[in-house]
T-cell receptor, first 114, second 109 residues
C-alpha cells in the first residue's frame, strides 16, 4: 500500500539552528501539506502546496518557515532559525485532490529544540 | 470564527459496549466532514468520511445533522484496539480543513 514517508523520525537541535524535514508523498498525489502537533495539543495546519507553489498557509507559517519540492519526489519543510516553541511533531500529508479532506499522513518527524 | 468543537473526554467504556460522541461546527456552509483516528504519538489516519445520508463501515456509523450543525460517530461492540483519540475534521466553504482537538476514547477490558 502506498504511503507517505518522512525523515528523520526524530531530530534534536539547538535553538537558532536550521532544520530541514523531508517527506516523500504518495506518487500520484498532487497536493501536499505540513501540519504540526505540539505534545498533548491539537493538530495545526501549517501549509499546503500544489503545482510547485504554496496554495494556503496559516499564521503559524511565518518567515522562518519555507517549503520546497526540489526534485519532483521530495517535499521539504525548512525552519530557518528554530525556537524552543518549534518543538513538536511535524506531519507531512498528501492527497489526490485539494478539495478533499481525505489526507494520507506520514508517521511524523519529532523535532526537539534545546 | 471557524470552530470545530469536541468533548475532549476521556470516554472510559467497557469492552463490548456502544459509545457515541459528537462534534459541532460553527460554519453552516461547511462542505464535507471526516472522522480521523489518532493513536498516541502516531499520525492521524482517516477513519471515515461523513456523507449527508450517513454511512456505516462495520462497527462504525457516522451521521451528519446539518440543521444542528454536528456530526456523530457511533462505535458498536467496542474493542480494546478502538482506544484512540478521534478527530473531527470539517472542510469549510473555502475548502480549508478545520480540525477539532479530538475526543479521547479508552476501552477497558
Amino acid at each position: 500500500e502506498p504511503e507517505v514517508t518522512q525523515t528523520p523520525s526524530h531530530q534534536v537541535t539547538q535553538m537558532g539552528q536550521e532544520v530541514i524535514l523531508r517527506c516523500v508523498p504518495i506518487s500520484n498525489h498532487l497536493y501536499f501539506y505540513w501540519y504540526r502537533q505540539i505534545l498533548g495539543q491539537k493538530v495545526e495546519f501549517l501549509v499546503s502546496f500544489y503545482n510547485n507553489e504554496i496554495s494556503e498557509k496559516s499564521e503559524i507559517f511565518d518567515d522562518q518557515f519555507s517549503v520546497e519540492r526540489p526534485d519532483g519526489s521530495n517535499f521539504t519543510l525548512k525552519i530557518r532559525s528554530t525556537k524552543l516553541e518549534d518543538s513538536a511533531m511535524y506531519f507531512c500529508a498528501s492527497s489526490v485532490g485539494g478539495w478533499t479532506g481525505e489526507l494520507f499522513f506520514g508517521e511524523g518527524s519529532r523535532l526537539t529544540v534545546l | 470564527r471557524k470552530e470545530v468543537e469536541q468533548d475532549p473526554g476521556p470516554f472510559n467504556v467497557p469492552e463490548g459496549a456502544t459509545v457515541a460522541f459528537n462534534c459541532t461546527y460553527s460554519n453552516s456552509a461547511s462542505q464535507s466532514f471526516f472522522w480521523y483516528r489518532q493513536d498516541c504519538r502516531k499520525e492521524p489516519k482517516l477513519l471515515m468520511s461523513v456523507y449527508s445520508s450517513g454511512n456505516e463501515d462495520g462497527r462504525f456509523t457516522a451521521q451528519l445533522n446539518r440543521a444542528s450543525q454536528y456530526i456523530s460517530l457511533l462505535i458498536r461492540d467496542s474493542k480494546l484496539s478502538d482506544s484512540a483519540t478521534y478527530l473531527c475534521v470539517v472542510n469549510d466553504s473555502n475548502y480549508q480543513l478545520i480540525w477539532g482537538a479530538g475526543t479521547k476514547l479508552i476501552i477497558k477490558p
